[in-house]
């Protein structure tokens, strides 16, 4: 019998019938593409909803949770590259988080409740992208026209427009030079938020820094719940199988290089925003931090050029995340509606592809001016989709491939985390969930103002 570390893992017969895979999750990235595509789905501008997230637990319990989840979900993707690498070698290449569960964990009601966790994932953070986009248009109009006439939703729409255009881009991997660019404007906006959040706080005009939590105790574990989840969510991607479908074969050891990569800059900002931000803050912290540095009354906390700049590096950075967190939705449609043999370009083809993708992101801009919850999506996404897909079926495939022993650290280890979290998933879903309704009698639909 042939080695199994010696079979075809890319079988062409898979590939022929397989628009999805042929014409969206082409594999020919380096391990930076992927440390580029990883970081633009990690650290993004949901990093300033971090002092929002540290309001509901106070610094110590703050820099415990911001700690724990990150070096949790380092390990559970650093597990899942090599669940994703054992089953290439044994000849069966998964390019697709549902294939994959379905594979290891051998049920098929798995299949569909990966697609159904990732389509919430990716339909949460498209229509978050787009609402935030929208919010950045409107505080630079703002401060441009004070007076002006046009609303959020308005904006919103801009955004929608100009998504759909980039929509057209075919591929995962024709992303990788604009993740590139989406890894400098996070670092640069990062590090401008921070130098302004001190401004603010040093200065004479510097906002009382009241660091208490909710006075009632139901009250602070609900917010506790909510702020883990809102961390979860930051540091989920829900897409890392996807991600590694791009890297040319053999995949090998490219993704813990990505990896670092992607969690070298995470260090770099979250922290930096998190504490700069509270500290300024404190339990008045805007679940955009934005928000904070430039309230609605009064002028800016901060030289408005330095957050003008921050607001145009925000903006453009969501539509890179947007981008990304499309491609398992687009991914689906092509597989769908596509004819492989015909031609990624071709007519046949084209239309549909036009079609289904601007029909997909109308519906998030729709979404997004309709029910403009920006924290409160972060919350309920990371509590219902990123928990479940990031820090859960990671450690149970692991353990279902490589089967340690019960008497190993390694074995233990996994299970602790598959219970702590589904835990603090429920926890979290009911408490965000709670959230969103309480937060649903502040607004009117296609409000011009986005709830905390």
């Known amino acids: 019998m042939a080695d199994p570390s010696e079979r075809d893992p890319f079988p062409e017969s898979c590939l022929e019938s397989d628009a999805g895979a042929t014409f969206v999750l082409k594999s020919k990235g380096k391990w930076w593409h992927a440390g580029f595509h990883l970081t633009t789905a990690i650290v993004g501008p949901t990093i300033l909803t971090l002092p929002y997230a540290f309001r509901g637990?106070?610094?110590?319990?703050?820099?415990?949770?911001?700690?724990?989840?990150?070096?949790?979900?380092?390990?559970?993707?650093?597990?899942?590259?090599?669940?994703?690498?054992?089953?290439?070698?044994?000849?069966?290449?998964?390019?697709?988080?549902?294939?994959l569960a379905a594979?290891?964990?051998?049920?098929?009601?798995?299949?569909?409740?990966?697609?159904?966790?990732?389509?919430?994932?990716?339909?949460?953070?498209?229509?978050g992208a787009i609402l935030l986009a929208g919010e950045c248009l409107k505080i630079m109009y703002e401060n441009l026209s004070p007076n002006g006439s046009l609303k959020l939703y308005q904006f919103i729409a801009m955004v929608t427009v100009v998504m759909i255009?980039?929509?057209?881009?075919?591929?995962?991997?024709?992303?990788?030079?604009?993740?590139?660019?989406?890894?400098?404007?996070?670092?640069?906006?990062?590090?401008?938020?921070?130098?302004?959040?001190?401004y603010a706080g040093l200065s004479k005009s510097a906002p009382h820094k009241d660091y208490s939590l909710e006075p009632s105790s139901s009250s602070r574990v609900f917010s506790a719940f909510t702020s883990i989840s809102i961390i979860a969510a930051i540091f989920g991607n829900g897409i890392l199988p996807e991600i590694q479908a791009t890297l040319a074969p053999p995949a090998t050891g490219k993704m813990v290089k990505g990896l670092l990569m992607c969690y070298t800059v995470a260090f770099l900002t979250f922290y930096s925003v998190a504490v700069s931000g509270y500290w300024a803050f404190g339990s008045k912290s805007n679940s955009n931090i934005l928000k904070?540095?430039?309230?609605?009354?009064?002028?800016?906390?901060a030289p408005t050029a330095v957050l003008g700049l921050a607001v145009v590096f925000v903006l453009l950075q969501l539509l890179a995340i947007a981008l990304v967190y499309s491609q398992v939705a687009y991914d689906i449609m092509e597989k769908q509606?596509?004819?492989?043999?015909?031609?990624?370009?071709?007519?046949?083809?084209?239309?549909?592809?036009?079609?289904?993708?601007?029909?997909?992101?109308?519906f998030c801009g729709f979404m997004a001016a309709m029910l403009p919850f920006f924290g409160d999506i972060s919350a309920v996404v990371g509590a219902i989709g990123f928990i479940p897909l990031d820090f859960i079926l990671p450690m149970l495939l692991y353990n279902m491939t490589y089967k340690p022993s019960r008497s190993t650290l390694t074995y233990w280890v996994n299970l602790s985390i598959i219970v702590v979290f589904t835990g603090v998933g429920i926890m979290g879903s009911f408490s965000?969930?709670?959230?969103?309704?309480?937060?649903?009698?502040?607004?009117?639909?296609?409000?011009?103002?986005?709830?905390?």
């Open 57 to 99: 637990l106070g610094w110590g319990l703050g820099f415990l949770c911001l700690t724990v989840l990150g070096w949790v979900t380092f390990y559970s993707y650093y597990l899942m590259s090599r669940v994703l690498e054992h089953c290439e070698k044994a000849g069966r290449r998964h390019i697709r988080f549902r294939e």
């Open 165 to 198: 255009f980039l929509s057209q881009l075919p591929s995962f991997h024709s992303l990788r030079h604009i993740n590139f660019a989406s890894l400098l404007l996070c670092l640069g906006y990062s590090f401008l938020v921070v130098g302004a959040c001190i």
């Open 292 to 301: 904070s540095l430039m309230p609605d009354e009064g002028p800016a906390l």
């Open 103 to 127: 594979d290891v964990l051998g049920s098929g009601g798995m299949f569909y409740f990966v697609i159904f966790i990732q389509t919430a994932i990716n339909t949460g953070v498209g229509i």
């Open 337 to 362: 509606s596509a004819h492989v043999k015909q031609g990624m370009l071709s007519k046949r083809n084209l239309i549909p592809r036009i079609i289904l993708r601007t029909l997909y992101v109308m």
């Open 432 to 452: 965000s969930i709670r959230k969103l309704i309480l937060d649903a009698n502040q607004f009117k639909l296609f409000s011009s103002d986005v709830v905390d």
